[in-house]
């Protein structure tokens, strides 16, 4: 009786932590969904000032041009590691802290300073004792653009006063709902893409290309941070919801084996007391 109660009990525990593991997996579906949504709507946006920015250069080019521009020789590094604030997301941290400590070690002749957007992010830099100058947590599920705003000033403050040479970033790219990739891009100097020949559009600017483009690119390197970390939030929320489903198709399985064992044992149990009875009425026999 006492292991038919056990087991009973065990049951009943698993299928509470199954409910919550279905809970989480669909409040993690509705979350990546909107993060998606959120991403999807700015990339017109994006891929707009990232032609203006390619036509600005072209233009200005050998004329001196912006400081965030500036490519000189490479003594210090930034690196803006995008982690989330919680875990339950399967493989998803590790592989992104992984990554940042990769190219820390490849690095390892470059003095390189961190600012870590997300507690698991830095708790790891803290753990292997990482130069982190700025840390951000508790940025939540749906951030806006002022949210990211100091982290994108502290970036440029960064490379325009000559602190550091060059700046990357690490996050998590949003391929599909299964598969997330840790990425690490170069966000400084801007390096604008081309136009193709197909694409390129004639613009008169006032009162002057370099102007303009002075005043662009600040706005581009906050939308890039911004949409990086939108992306890494969609990446979360989809490598949760994964785990999630795992995690309850695991409880699922382990609820039929244990039903299993817990029927066998409630026969032999009853089949023991049948014996017993037999046995018993023979003996009066």
């Known amino acids: 009786m006492a292991n038919l109660r056990a087991i009973r009990l065990r049951i009943r525990g698993v299928k509470n932590i199954a409910k919550i593991t279905r809970a989480m997996e669909m409040i993690a579906a509705s979350k990546m969904r909107k993060a998606q949504d959120r991403g999807l709507a700015g990339r017109p946006y994006s891929e707009k000032i990232t032609a203006v920015i390619a036509a ?57 300073e961190m600012v870590v957007v997300g507690k698991k992010g830095l708790d790891a830099m803290r753990r292997t004792q990482r130069n982190i100058v700025a840390e951000f947590t508790g940025l939540g599920d749906k951030p806006g653009l002022y949210d990211t705003l100091p982290i994108s000033r502290i970036i440029m403050d960064d490379f325009k006063s000559g602190a550091v040479d060059e700046v990357y970033v690490a996050y998590t790219q949003f391929v599909s709902t299964m598969v997330q990739k840790p990425v690490i891009i170069k966000l400084l100097p801007v390096e604008p893409a081309e136009i193709p020949p197909t694409q390129n559009v004639e613009y008169i600017f006032e009162p002057d ?77």
Request: a neutral charge; glycine letters at 8%.
């Open 56 to 112: 600005l250069s072209a233009l200005t080019a050998g004329k001196g041009g912006d400081p965030l521009l500036e490519r000189r020789p490479v003594k210090n590094i930034a690196l803006l590691q995008i982690t989330p604030d919680r875990g339950l997301s399967g493989g998803l941290v590790g592989n992104i802290n992984r990554a940042a400590l990769g190219f820390a070690v490849e690095h390892k002749d470059t003095p390189i």
């Open 209 to 285: 290309a370099a102007a303009v483009l002075g005043s662009l690119l600040p706005r581009y390197v906050e939308m890039k941070i911004y949409h990086l970390i939108l992306e890494s939030i969609a990446s979360e929320q989809s490598a949760r919801m994964v785990a999630m489903r795992s995690a309850t198709q695991n409880a699922n399985e382990l609820i039929g084996e244990l039903t299993l064992e817990y029927n066998k044992a409630r026969q032999e149990s009853i089949t023991a007391e049948l014996l017993d009875i037999v046995g018993g009425v023979a003996a009066l026999a």
